[in-house]
Each structure stands twice: as structure tokens, then as C-alpha cells.
């Protein structure tokens, strides 16, 4: 009796859940280093929001607000008749809602030397407003994530981050 050469349906059952079984041990954490990799850091964001609208401000040649829209975990930007110009995603930290932007004018602390010293206003504000002429209200940004809280404080007409202090 002779025997036919080739796999049974046994086997190449076998085969493709083996190879089945492999793939979902590799490509999920594939995915997760790729999603990783991919997401900015929140401060690289935050910046690059600023700067779009300080940009815009100017290009436009009208006032420009960015702000935080926490519903969506993104910053807007927009034009004084709120026309929405751009929205910037970020990730928040682990699905939940313990990533917090903070916006806050700075006011000189001695009137006669702006531009030196300046203490925070208490409250933060929902919006800030960026002049044509590319000049803004001096402030600062409260950031918050993954129990981790930064304080950028921005030059009010390049919108350089002047200071970056770690807060508690």
C-alpha cells in the first residue's frame, strides 16, 4: 500500500494556530511601542500650540486665543470671531482625567521693571490672547500629567519658554 504525500487537516490546523498564537504575542507590543513612540510629550505639544498661534496672530494680522478644551484633550486655536483655525490633540496620561493645562497671566511685581520679575495671578484663565503685533499678555502654563507637574513660563513676544520649574 502506498502512502499520499502531504499534510493532514490536522496539521495545517495546527500549523495556522501556532502561527496565530506567535503573531498576538509580537504585534501587540509592537503596537504599544509604536503608539508610544508616536505620542509627543505633552510640553512638546503645549509649545508647538503656542507658537502655531503666536504665528497665526501675526500672519493673519488679527487676535489669535488658544485654549484648553479638557472635554476633548485638545488646545484650540482661534480667531477673534471664533472661527476655530486649528486643534491639537494630545494624549492623556492613562485615559483618565489627571492631565490638567493651566493657563495664568503673569503681572510685574514691581511696575517699574517689567519684564524682570513677575508673580502669577491666582486664578488661572481660560484663554490668552495673541496680538497682531506679536506681542501677548506675559504668562505662564500649569501642566499636569502622570502625577508629574511642570510650570513653563513664556516670553510674552517670542513665545519662548523663558523658565521651565518642576512643581509639586
Known amino acids: ?49 503656542v507658537r502655531d498661534a503666536h504665528y497665526l496672530a501675526r500672519s493673519r494680522n488679527e487676535g489669535v486665543f488658544l485654549m484648553h478644551v479638557v472635554e476633548s484633550n485638545m488646545l484650540r486655536i482661534a480667531a477673534q470671531d471664533g472661527v476655530v483655525l486649528a486643534e491639537i490633540a494630545y494624549a492623556a496620561s492613562d485615559g483618565d482625567r489627571s492631565t490638567d493645562i493651566r493657563f495664568h497671566r503673569l503681572l510685574p511685581e514691581d511696575p517699574e521693571r517689567i519684564g524682570e520679575d513677575f508673580k502669577w495671578e491666582d486664578q488661572p484663565v481660560d484663554t490668552i490672547l495673541f496680538s497682531p503685533s506679536g506681542v501677548s499678555v506675559p504668562f505662564a502654563i500649569h501642566l499636569a500629567q502622570a502625577g508629574k507637574s ?12 523663558l523658565k521651565r520649574e518642576e512643581a509639586l
Do not use: H
Open 1 to 49: 500500500m502506498k502512502r499520499k504525500s502531504g499534510f493532514t487537516v490536522a496539521e495545517v490546523l495546527m500549523t495556522l494556530l501556532l502561527l496565530v498564537a506567535v503573531g498576538a504575542v509580537l504585534v501587540v507590543p509592537a503596537q504599544r511601542m509604536a503608539e508610544q513612540l508616536s505620542v509627543r510629550p505633552l510640553e512638546t505639544v503645549v509649545i508647538a500650540a
Open 150 to 161: 511642570r510650570c513653563l513660563v513664556m516670553d510674552p513676544f517670542s513665545s519662548d519658554v
